[in-house]
């Protein structure tokens, strides 16, 4: 098994989306910054690189680059999710928090909920999504969101091991019988300065 941790933060704007989990939300500002400025999105990609030790969303997606300006969000989980995969992992469940001052999360939370299942091919059932106000924090103009995963090996990865596993121990047989086939054709006196 492997666990994984993300985090991020992105500062409210006027004029701007609000996009939370992939999802749009009605409010007064959005989130500014690094493509779309997805905070969940973001955390959730950190999370899954995290817990294949793959680096950080800057590795791949510097916010320097202007091709990633207002790009969505959704791209950078799906590359994050296809380096879990290459190294043989699945996502088992997500658990989140999210810290803002406003909008209200939970009206929409099980709308984030069913989003990022879909994002991450697992169910709804498997993904967690909390909120918090930051109280006494002093960040009510930032949106904060922190995510752990739990990855666990992919079914295929699971026969391959066992495969390798049997290969191993037929090796080993192998290498018993030509041992005790050689000590067999062995002169005698010879197997007798062997003991
Ligand atoms: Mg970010």
């Known amino acids: 098994m492997r666990i994984g941790y993300g985090w991020d933060s992105h500062e409210f704007a006027k004029g701007v989306p609000l996009k939370i989990g992939g999802v ?4 007064t500002h959005g989130l500014a910054g690094h493509s779309d400025g997805d905070v969940l999105l973001h955390a ?16 791949y997606f510097p916010p320097s680059d202007p091709k990633w300006k207002g790009a969505d969000s959704a791209i950078f989980l799906m590359e994050a999710l296809g380096k879990v ?3 043989g992992w699945e996502v ?3 658990d989140s928090t999210l810290i803002l001052a406003a909008p209200k999360i939970g009206p929409v939370a099980n709308r984030i909920r069913q989003r990022l299942a879909e994002l991450l091919e697992i169910s709804p059932d498997e993904v967690s999504v909390k909120a918090k106000t930051p109280e006494g924090m002093g960040t009510e103009n930032a949106a904060i ?3 752990v995963v739990l990855l666990e ?3 295929d990865h699971k026969k391959l091991e066992v495969a390798a596993a049997m290969l191993e121990a037929d090796n080993h047989v192998d290498e018993v019988v030509k041992e005790l086939i050689g000590e067999v054709k062995m002169p005698a006196k010879e197997r007798a300065e062997k003991k």
């Open 24 to 27: 749009e939300i009605e409010h």
């Open 44 to 59: 959730v990609t950190d999370a899954l690189l995290g817990a294949v030790a793959a680096g950080d969303i800057g590795n």
């Open 85 to 87: 995969r290459d190294a």
């Open 92 to 94: 088992c469940n997500v």
């Open 145 to 147: 969101a922190h995510v």
């Open 153 to 155: 090996r992919h079914e």
